[in-house]
């Protein structure tokens, strides 16, 4: 809802299509059944189409056919890339990953190294971590809610993941065999759990770090509640024995949505912590991070809203001409990637870009 008052404000025509139902505090005459015929015949060359959810195909090829620009909220995955191929001969703009997460980490990872590579230095050797997820901000004992379908993460749980460590690639069958706990600087510091999800070698190079760099550690994952682990282990369990078997996967997504939703009004949270920290000769002299911390309350859940915010951004930026035709993970020029960070940080409550070398010149001092 944010996204669409923000759209709207700046005097934008905005239809809603949900899939389930009216959406609460939208007017009805902008809302439409989900219908894909309808949804054809109603957008025209120029539109801009906006996919909050991970979905199927059919709205990335209807955007193609139609001649309209599209933002997605939901990771770029072969079968995106293939629906969209054509989408720059077309002079069609693509933004795919600008939501929440994945989204955000990848505004602040680009900002550090484009803040980095102002400052590289012959034997530098680099680590970069960057870890996001919701959680309650009123955890019971199995340390997790849901306010949307579980089933993408436990399809995330039971897929192999990589990593970079001491300058090698890293596998694991399953990402919950390497979680492990992570302190998240915070101004009263929390430790949390975080472990690989995503592959993390193949952003880098669209994040900027150029090929000759080096790097040690490299990975990307989610961020959990201290004692997830522990709350989730007979999930684990089930995962190990099933692995990606669809109709398990499926019965379990139903169970957790069942037993660990959020209630209507209850306030999530979203934490984020993207690094980047340069060695060189034995001791950091680079050394920068961003944090998050946003919680939901009246104005809604911190997911959604962060979802929405990045979503009439990019609508925006495609609008006024600032993403060129193609496909784009997220935004890549500077000036706007700082201009989304001022709005995500004033939407959140709590982010802020860490000098970890200053703080630590300041209590030496």
């Not at 007017?27 to 959810?53: F, K, N, S, T, Y």
């Not at 302190?183 to 430790?191: A, G, I, K, Q, W």
């Not at 890549?332 to 070398?357: C, F, K, M, Q």
Request: glycine share 10%; proline share 7%; with cysteine.
């Amino acid at each position: 809802r944010l996204g669409l008052v923000r759209l709207r404000g700046c005097g934008a025509t905005v239809q809603v299509w949900p899939r389930e139902g009216r959406l609460p505090g939208i007017p009805a005459e902008m809302q439409h059944p989900m219908d894909m015929e309808q949804l054809w015949e109603a957008v025209h060359p120029g539109d801009i189409i906006l996919a909050p959810r991970p979905t199927d195909l059919a709205v990335a090829r209807l955007a193609m056919e139609r001649g309209a620009h599209l933002a997605v909220g939901w990771h770029a995955s072969a079968g995106l890339r293939a629906a969209v191929a054509d989408s720059a001969d077309r002079g069609l703009c693509v933004l795919a990953e600008a939501g929440m997460v994945p989204g955000i980490e990848h505004l602040m990872a680009r900002d550090l190294v484009n803040d980095y590579s102002h400052d590289v230095q012959p034997g530098d050797m680099l680590h970069f971590t960057a870890y996001g997820g919701g959680v309650p901000k009123y955890p019971d004992n199995f340390r997790h809610k849901f306010n949307t379908s579980p089933l993408p993460l436990l399809n995330a749980l039971a897929t192999p993941t990589s990593w970079i460590s001491e300058g090698q690639t890293q596998h694991a069958d399953f990402p919950f065999d390497v979680i492990r706990d992570y302190d998240l600087n915070l101004p009263t510091p929390e430790r949390h759990q975080v472990y690989p999800h995503y592959d993390a070698a193949p952003y880098l190079p669209a994040y900027g770090f150029a090929p000759d760099w080096q790097v040690e550690t490299a990975q990307r994952g989610a961020i959990r509640l201290k004692g997830w682990r522990d709350g989730w282990a007979g999930i684990f369990d089930t995962i190990r024995q099933t692995g990606k078997d669809p109709e398990a996967l499926q019965a379990m997504a139903d169970a957790l949505w069942a037993d660990h939703p959020f209630a209507p009004t209850e306030a999530d949270r979203v934490v984020l912590s993207v690094m980047l920290r340069a060695e060189n000769g034995g001791r950091t002299r680079w050394h920068k991070e961003w944090v998050l911390d946003a919680v939901g309350g009246r104005k809604g859940w911190a997911r959604f809203r962060l979802n929405s915010l990045m979503l009439a951004l990019a609508a925006r930026a495609i609008a006024d001409g600032q993403v060129s035709p193609g496909l784009h993970i997220g935004p890549t020029d500077p000036d706007l990637i700082a201009a989304w960070l001022v709005e995500i940080t004033h939407e959140a409550g709590y982010s802020r870009r860490i000098n970890h070398l200053r703080k630590t010149r300041e209590r030496s001092g």
